[in-house]
């Protein structure tokens, strides 16, 4: 490859197959959570290859400006390549070379830029490739799957496409089912709420531990999916299994703590958190599960009796708000956590600081529709429980309610609108708007007749609302077709 200009560069640095051409954006990401994730995985997750974890490391790196850093764990990818695939250096090489090339081009470097660009050039030769810069191989696909996983729920299901391209060369390969079941698992706990329809991930996670029984990572999700389809002895099982082989994993550990909560072991699942956190202190994953624990014991004391302890109720908040602060100070972008955090303070009547975190979160951007509505839902709590405003609390269920994703978070919103509307309408409140959102309610759950009256109700009190003639129109059209 001849001298070229740096735009003539980037034209073929665009063709390349690697992490600065997958549109993996750092606005999407908390970088030194990322950066902390892939460390803790080369160092304890044993049986993935470092090699793509080393590249996204590098990749990471370069969007912090470190790219000498970037080149370092680059150098590492190209040890692990040498060390364990040295009859394949130019297939595991490719994404490395490319991710080389664009450092050295963002560093102005054009010389060893082309040098890299020339490497990939020649490999993809050597493969037979149709393509001068690129070539379509199973373990490229798995490496963008593994990078678009750890890039958050907006990417999930681009990697899952990613892995079933690379499942169709390689049906059988371990690493390319245990991406493909981890990223259904991630789609189903974030979208579906424990679908066992035909997305399930229980089979492909069955299916990969039949392939690799020693990832006991994999082994984790299959007993947490067993438990949520209330195969709890059998997801026991699994766990104790996984326990057996890798007593000391970070991972393991954290999701067998989730499993012994949701069972209801609230303190056998914090020693596996404590025991977690002294392997990887700074986890802010273990700080949220940690915090949530302790709310269970909050809530369950409550529950228990009319009249819990105060002293105790007041120290299960503070280790909450304790635990849940670690979490947003480490993972500015976890919204879950600061919500969590805030429906904290309100249980500790700190409203202020309660209001003050539910803004935070109204302020983030690029929140996805489920996002927008678990965070609806929880501040119309605060407000209905706490607050005692139950305008505000209507507002903002009917938000949620009104952000059109069928979602678990979407229902929460109907059923605690509903429950709120009908108790206000039974006190006497039966104006327009509380009508109107009761016609909404049905409407969407289908029930036709019930929604006219509400809305012709509506109606009486506001002939001239546009919303509630326009609702109207609809559901008497679908009648009439």
């Known amino acids: 490859m001849s001298n070229i200009s740096k735009n003539s560069l980037k034209t073929v640095l665009l063709q390349l197959e690697c992490h600065f051409t997958w549109t993996l954006l750092k606005d999407d990401v908390d970088l030194d959570n990322l950066e902390e994730t892939i460390c803790d995985q080369i160092e304890f997750l044993v049986t993935k290859s470092k090699i793509s974890n080393y590249n996204l490391l ?42 080389y090339a664009w450092v050295y081009y963002h560093m102005n470097k054009l010389q060893e830029a082309q040098s890299y660009i020339g490497k990939v050039e020649s490999s993809c030769k050597k493969l037979s ?13 798995c490496e963008q799957g593994w990078a678009l996983l750890k890039f958050g729920i907006k990417y999930y299901e681009r990697a899952k496409k990613c892995f079933e391209k690379a499942l169709e060369e390689e049906p059988n390969n371990p690493e390319f089912n245990s991406g493909y079941a981890i990223t259904i698992y991630r789609l189903e706990d974030f979208l579906t ?66 499993f012994y909560r949701k069972k209801g072991l609230v303190e056998k699942s914090l020693g596996f958190l404590k025991k977690a956190l002294e392997l990887t202190p700074a986890s802010g994953f273990l700080h949220h599960q940690i915090g949530l624990c302790y709310r269970t014991q909050l809530y369950k004391m409550k529950k228990a009796t009319k009249y819990p302890p105060r002293e105790q109720m007041e120290e299960l908040i503070r280790f909450s708000i304790f635990h849940f602060k670690m979490v947003v100070e480490q993972k500015s972008k976890f919204m879950y956590a600061y919500i969590d955090l805030a429906s904290m303070y309100a249980e500790g009547n700190q409203y202020q600081e309660a209001e003050d975190t539910f803004q935070k979160v109204f302020k983030m951007e690029r929140l996805t529709c489920d996002e927008k509505q678990q965070l609806h839902y929880r501040y119309g709590r605060f407000q209905e429980y706490h607050k005692k405003s139950e305008s505000e609390a209507i507002n903002h269920y009917t938000k949620g309610l009104k952000i059109e994703k069928n979602s678990h978070e979407r229902n929460l919103c109907k059923d605690a609108l509903k429950k709120l509307i009908e108790r206000r309408i039974q006190r006497g409140s ?6 109107g959102i009761l016609g909404l309610i049905h409407q969407l759950n289908g029930e036709k007749p019930q929604a006219i009256e509400c809305y012709e109700k509506a109606l009486a009190l506001e002939p001239d609302n546009e919303e509630y003639l326009s609702a109207l129109c609809e559901i008497r059209l679908s009648i009439e077709i």
């Open 58 to 99: 590098a990749y990471v790196k370069h969007m912090k400006g470190n790219s000498e850093e970037a080149l370092e764990s680059l150098q590492k990818a190209e040890g692990e390549v040498q060390t364990n695939h040295a009859d394949e250096v130019d297939r595991k090489s490719l994404v490395t070379w490319g991710n």
């Open 129 to 141: 490739s149709a393509s001068r810069y690129k070539i379509q191989l199973p373990e490229i696909y």
């Open 193 to 258: 709420k424990g679908s066992s329809g035909e997305d399930s991930s229980l089979e492909p996670l069955r299916r990969a531990v039949g392939l690799n029984p020693n990832d006991t990572f994999v082994m984790a999700l299959l007993a947490l999916k067993l438990q949520d389809m209330e195969q709890v002895e059998e997801g026991e099982k699994y766990i104790k299994e996984a326990l057996q082989k890798t007593p000391d994993l970070p991972y393991l550990l954290r999701y067998a703590a989730k």
């Open 430 to 435: 039966a104006d327009a708007k509380n009508l």
